[in-house]
T-cell receptor
Framework: GDSVTQMEGPVTLSEEAFLTINCTYTATGYPSLFWYVQYPGEGLQLLLKATKADDKGSNKGFEATYRKETTSFHLEKGSVQVSDSAVYFCALSDRGNDMRFGAGTRLTVKP | DAGITQSPRHKVTETGTPVTLRCHQTENHRYMYWYRQDPGHGLRLIHYSYGVKDTDKGEVSDGYSVSRSKTEDFLLTLESATSSQTSVYFC?????????????FGPGTRLTVL
């Protein structure tokens, strides 16, 4: 079945460092890809998404490009802030009722 | 923020007791979902609903049942709770149910089964 694999954490960075969180997927169809973020004690919030190959999703300085040839959707940000500390989840959905999530990557940004 | 509330937010119960978690939405979205979140597993779908009285199983449905008698409410029931059902439970909603549709999540319910 469809699945998502994302890099294990935790990831600890200094403020203004470059962030990459790797995400690869396995799917039989043509899924949409998502990055969700979870702040402490809260539910998941959509960070960005891409619905077809070569699409780039972006939001709040974060970017990810849907790469069909490498089945990847890596999350990047050029300069992280302390407020970016959270858990990040990569997810895919071929149909809305089958969204599959990665295990999550905890990011801590230190001042 | 999408209008989704979950109740209770925290619950401690004993093995063998029934438990019902409630999800309430004010967005009039057709689709509603229940997930559980466990370390190392991300979120896994338990059940979902595609309309009033229309529900279907997800990846980890054993030991859970759901009901949806109104558009705005989606109930998750553990008929006889077990320690393996200790988890954080999230409700989500979406408008169209398609693969590209964003799901909006509630704040979660932390359930501990002793």
């Amino acid at each position: 079945g469809d699945s998502v694999t994302q890099m294990e954490g935790p990831v600890t960075l200094s403020e203004e460092a470059f962030l990459t969180i790797n995400c690869t997927y396995t799917a039989t169809g043509y899924p949409s890809l998502f990055w969700y973020v979870q702040y402490p004690g809260e539910g998941l919030q959509l960070l960005l998404k891409a619905t077809k190959a070569d699409d780039k999703g972006s939001n709040k300085g974060f970017e990810a490009t849907y790469r069909k040839e490498t089945t990847s959707f890596h999350l990047e940000k050029g300069s992280v802030q302390v407020s970016d500390s959270a858990v990040y989840f990569c997810a895919l959905s071929d149909r809305g009722n089958d969204m599959r999530f990665g295990a999550g990557t905890r990011l801590t940004v230190k001042p | 923020d999408a209008g989704i509330t979950q109740s209770p937010r925290h619950k401690v119960t004993e093995t063998g007791t029934p438990v019902t978690l409630r999800c309430h939405q004010t967005e009039n979205h057709r689709y509603m979902y229940w997930y559980r979140q466990d370390p190392g597993h991300g979120l896994r779908l338990i059940h979902y609903s595609y309309g009033v009285k229309d529900t279907d199983k997800g990846e980890v449905s054993d030991g859970y049942s759901v009901s949806r008698s109104k558009t705005e409410d989606f109930l998750l029931t553990l008929e006889s709770a077990t320690s393996s059902q200790t988890s954080v439970y999230f409700c989500a909603i979406s408008g169209g149910g398609g693969g590209a549709d964003t799901q909006y999540f509630g704040p979660g319910t932390r359930l501990t089964v002793l």
